[in-house]
C-alpha cells in the first residue's frame, strides 16, 4: 500500500511552524486537497518522523474505539513535548510500562485518580468554584470596557490551582506566571534547556511551581493545613496491589491536571461568550432559561438542569474546541483507508475538523444549540473532550465550572459585547485570543 499524500519536503518545511501558531487553516486546506489522510512532517525523539492526519468520523473511530486501542500509543504521541516537563509517571503517558502492559498501567493509575472526580464529591467543589466566581465578578467595574477574557482566566486558574492542590490566592499571580512560561516553553520549536530559549525558562517556571506543590502537599501530609478534598483523595488513595501516590508523581499529576484542565476551560468559556456576542437569539434563550434559576442557589453551587446551557455548550465544543487535534504514536505498521502508516508514525485526530464537518452537520458553520438540545452527538462526531476508551478525566468538572461561571455572570450582569480591539489569537496549544474579549457590564435588574 503507498503512503498516504500530503506537501512535499520543503513544504513540510513551512507547514511546521504554521501548524504550532495555528493549525486551523492547515487542517481545513489540506483535507480540501488531499482528502481524509494525508501525512505531514513533524520531530519526534526518534528523528523526523510522518505524521498522519486522520480526518472524519470513522477514521476518528479507528483511532479512539476501544478495538484499536493496541493500534496506537499516547506515550508517543506526547511524550516528546510533555515528558520533559511534567515527568514520564503521569495519567497522560502512562502506556509505556510494558511489565504492566501498555493499557495496564494506564488502568492502575486511573482507578488511584478517579475518586478525586466523583459525583459525590460535587457537593464539596461546586460552591467552592461558585465562591471563587463571585469574587472576581463582585469586582468588575460596570459601564466600561472589561476584558472578559483576562477575567476568565483569573478565574480558571484560580479554581484548579485551588480546589486541587490549595494554593493561596496571594501566589496566584507568581505561580499562572510560571504556568504560562510552563506553556511557551512546551510548544516551542526548539526543546533544549539553553539560557534565552522558551524551553530553559519553562524548565525553570516548572521546578518552581512543583516545589510550590510540593510544599503545599508537605504542609498537608504534616497536618499543618487542612487539605483541599481534591488532593486529600488522591493522598488517601490506594490500589488493590496497596500502591499509593508518591510526593513526587502526586506533583507531576497535579502539573499534569493544571495544564490539562486550566487553559482549555478559559479558552471554551470564552469561546462561548463570542459565540453568544455573536447569536443574540440564542442569548436571548439562554437568559430566558437561566431567568428560572436564582443568585443564592447558583452560588451555593445548585444549578438546577440547564438542558439549553448544556446544549450551547456542546455547540462551542463542536465549533470551538480547545484542543483543535490530538496525537498518537502507531504502535505498529497499519493499513488505513488505502494507505500504509508505518509503526512509529505520529497519528493525528481533530476535534476540529470533525466540528466543521459537512457530512455530519448541516450548516457547519452556523452556531445552533438545537443540534443538541436533549440530544446526544452520534459517537465520534463531538470530540473536544476526546472520546473513545480514554476520554478526559476531567470533563465534568470543566463542564459544572463553564456552567456555573455562565449562570453567574448573565445572572448578576446585562453584558454587551465589544468593541474588541482584534480577533487576533494564539495557540498554547488551546486557541487564546492575543487582545482579550472585551465587554461592558450592568446590573441584571431581573435578577438582583
Ligand atoms: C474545557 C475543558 C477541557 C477540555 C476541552 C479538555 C479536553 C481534553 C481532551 C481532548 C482530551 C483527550 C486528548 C487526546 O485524546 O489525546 C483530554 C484528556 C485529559 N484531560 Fe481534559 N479537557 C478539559 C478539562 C480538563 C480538566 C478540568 C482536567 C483535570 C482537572 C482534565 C484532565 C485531563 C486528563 C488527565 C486527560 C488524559 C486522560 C487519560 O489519559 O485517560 N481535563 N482532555
Not at 43 to 61: A, C, I, K, P, S
Not at 212 to 227: K, P
Not at 362 to 385: E, H, I, N, V
Not at 405 to 430: C, E
Request: with cysteine; charged share 20%; proline share 7%.
Amino acid at each position: 500500500m503507498p503512503l498516504a499524500p500530503g506537501p512535499t519536503e520543503f513544504q513540510n518545511m513551512l507547514l511546521a511552524p504554521k501548524i504550532l501558531s495555528d493549525p486551523r487553516g492547515p487542517i481545513l486546506d489540506l483535507t480540501a486537497r488531499y482528502g481524509r489522510i494525508w501525512r505531514s512532517r513533524t520531530l519526534t525523539q526518534r528523528g523526523l518522523r510522518d505524521m498522519v492526519w486522520l480526518l472524519g468520523v470513522e477514521h476518528n473511530e479507528r483511532i479512539l474505539g476501544p478495538a484499536h486501542r493496541d493500534d496506537f500509543s499516547w506515550y508517543e504521541g506526547y511524550s516528546f513535548s510533555m515528558e520533559p516537563l511534567f515527568g514520564r509517571d503521569i495519567l497522560f503517558l502512562s502506556d509505556d510500562q510494558p511489565e504492566l502492559g501498555r493499557e495496564g498501567a494506564h488502568r492502575r493509575r486511573h482507578r488511584l485518580l478517579i475518586p478525586a472526580f466523583s459525583t459525590k464529591l460535587d457537593g464539596q467543589y461546586l460552591p467552592a468554584m461558585a465562591q471563587i466566581m463571585a469574587r472576581y465578578l463582585e469586582e468588575l467595574p460596570l459601564g466600561q470596557p472589561v476584558d472578559l477574557a483576562q477575567t476568565i482566566k483569573q478565574v480558571t486558574f484560580h479554581v484548579v490551582a485551588q480546589l486541587l492542590f490549595g494554593a493561596e490566592p496571594e501566589a496566584l499571580p507568581q505561580l499562572l506566571h510560571w504556568f504560562e512560561q510552563i506553556g511557551l516553553g512546551l510548544f516551542s520549536l526548539v526543546h533544549l534547556r539553553i539560557p534565552g530559549l522558551p524551553f530553559y525558562r519553562a524548565s525553570r517556571a516548572r521546578k518552581m511551581l512543583a516545589q510550590y506543590i510540593e510544599g503545599r502537599i508537605s504542609l498537608y501530609r504534616s497536618g499543618q493545613a487542612e487539605s483541599p478534598t481534591f488532593l486529600a483523595q488522591l493522598l488517601s488513595a490506594e490500589g488493590e496491589d496497596g500502591e499509593r501516590l508518591n510526593s513526587e508523581t502526586l506533583v507531576s499529576e497535579l502539573l499534569a491536571f493544571l495544564f490539562a484542565g486550566y487553559d482549555t476551560t478559559a479558552s471554551m468559556l470564552t469561546s462561548v461568550l463570542l459565540a453568544l456576542s455573536e447569536n443574540p437569539v440564542v442569548m436571548l434563550q439562554l437568559r430566558e432559561e437561566l431567568s428560572s434559576l436564582d443568585l443564592a442557589s447558583v452560588l451555593s453551587g445548585q444549578l438546577a438542569d440547564t438542558p439549553y446551557l448544556d446544549a450551547v455548550l456542546s455547540e462551542t465544543e463542536r465549533l470551538y474546541p480547545p484542543l483543535t487535534f490530538a496525537l498518537r504514536g502507531a504502535m505498529r505498521d497499519l493499513e488505513i483507508s488505502g494507505y500504509t502508516i508505518r509503526r512509529g508514525d505520529r497519528v493525528t485526530y481533530s476535534p476540529y475538523f470533525t466540528g466543521r464537518d459537512p457530512e455530519l452537520f448541516a450548516d457547519p458553520l452556523r452556531f445552533d444549540p438545537l443540534r443538541f438540545y436533549q440530544k446526544k452527538p452520534r459517537p465520534y462526531s463531538l470530540l473536544g473532550f476526546g472520546g473513545g476508551h480514554r476520554p478526559c478525566i476531567g470533563k465534568r468538572f470543566a463542564l459544572w465550572e463553564m456552567r456555573l461561571f455562565v449562570a453567574q455572570l448573565l445572572l448578576r450582569f446585562d453584558v454587551k459585547f465589544g468593541p474588541q480591539r482584534s480577533d487576533a489569537v494564539y495557540f498554547n496549544p488551546t486557541m487564546q485570543r492575543r487582545d482579550g474579549f472585551w465587554g461592558s457590564l450592568s446590573l441584571n435588574r431581573a435578577a438582583t
